[in-house]
């Protein structure tokens, strides 16, 4: 059974950073197309950002180069690196193998 645990999120300034993580149990993070996806308020699901094994990496074009998804093999842990965040990247974020979504950590951007 795959069970995804998201946790790092919280309250931070425009302009600052957040290092999300997701610590996976029931599948192997390097043989695994994993995914950030986020939830904005009243809006819905939208996807951030894919990595593949391999080490290959996708992202929505408002996370390119403010963003960076990384993985822990050793650890099973999937990481999103946020920098330079903004108001509009307030959202429950939640990691994802495509099937399977943890319980989503809270992001809030505000000055």
């Known amino acids: 059974q795959v069970q995804l645990v998201e946790s790092g999120g919280g309250l931070v300034q425009p302009g600052g950073s957040l290092k999300l993580s997701c610590t996976i149990s029931?599948?192997?993070?390097?043989?695994?197309?994993m995914n950030w996806v986020r939830q904005p308020p009243g809006q819905g699901l939208e996807w951030v950002a894919s990595?593949?094994?391999?080490?290959?990496?996708a992202y929505t074009n408002s996370a390119k180069g403010r963003f960076t998804i990384s993985g822990d093999n050793a650890a099973n842990i999937l990481y999103l690196q946020m920098d330079t965040l903004r108001t509009d990247d307030t959202a429950l974020y939640y990691c994802?193998?495509?099937?399977?979504r943890g319980q989503g950590t809270q992001v809030t951007v505000s000055s």
């Open positions: 029931g599948l192997s993070l390097s043989a695994s197309n």
């Open positions: 994802s193998d495509g099937a399977v």
């Open positions: 990595l593949y094994p391999g080490g290959y990496t």
